[in-house]
């Protein structure tokens, strides 16, 4: 066991400090790597909300949304899993443009899934999902 956890460390020291934030991310579960990473492709909407209360209604319909799990959250950024059969990872992100309009990108490595996530959040209405959607699309 201490050979396991002394080449664990070795890993983590020759991959820098930088990375190991990140490697226990993964470990844990909640890394938003790829959905960072797939940011390129988010689809967008500016509300007319000020940045606090976009964000406290985006995460409110979140939390009505069927089989969605939010992973992680920051300031700007809300992390879901949508389990629809498989675990797919969806980001929100959060923009200020002025005192009362918020931008918030839906980012996602499956296209379906982002766009049923942006659909429930663009229109602020909560819809079953009507079909299974997986990483490689429907």
Not at 78 to 101: C, M
Request: net charge neutral.
């Amino acid at each position: 066991m201490k050979k396991v956890v002394a080449m664990f460390a070795l890993c983590l020291v020759m991959s820098g400090c930088a990375t190991s934030g990140n490697i226990w991310k993964e470990i844990a579960g909640t890394s938003t790597q790829e959905i960072e990473e797939t940011r390129v492709d988010a689809v967008s909407k500016v509300f007319e909300y000020d940045y606090k209360t976009c964000y406290f209604n985006v995460e409110k319909l979140l939390n009505k949304m069927p089989k969605i799990s939010i992973y992680s959250k920051d300031n700007s950024t809300i992390a879901v899993y949508f389990i629809n059969p498989d675990t797919t990872p969806v980001g929100l992100f959060f923009k200020e443009i002025d005192s009362t309009h918020t931008q918030v990108e839906i980012s996602s490595p499956s296209t379906p899934a982002k766009e049923w996530v942006a659909k429930n959040i663009f229109t602020e209405t909560v819809q079953e999902p009507q079909k299974l959607i997986t990483k490689g699309g429907i």
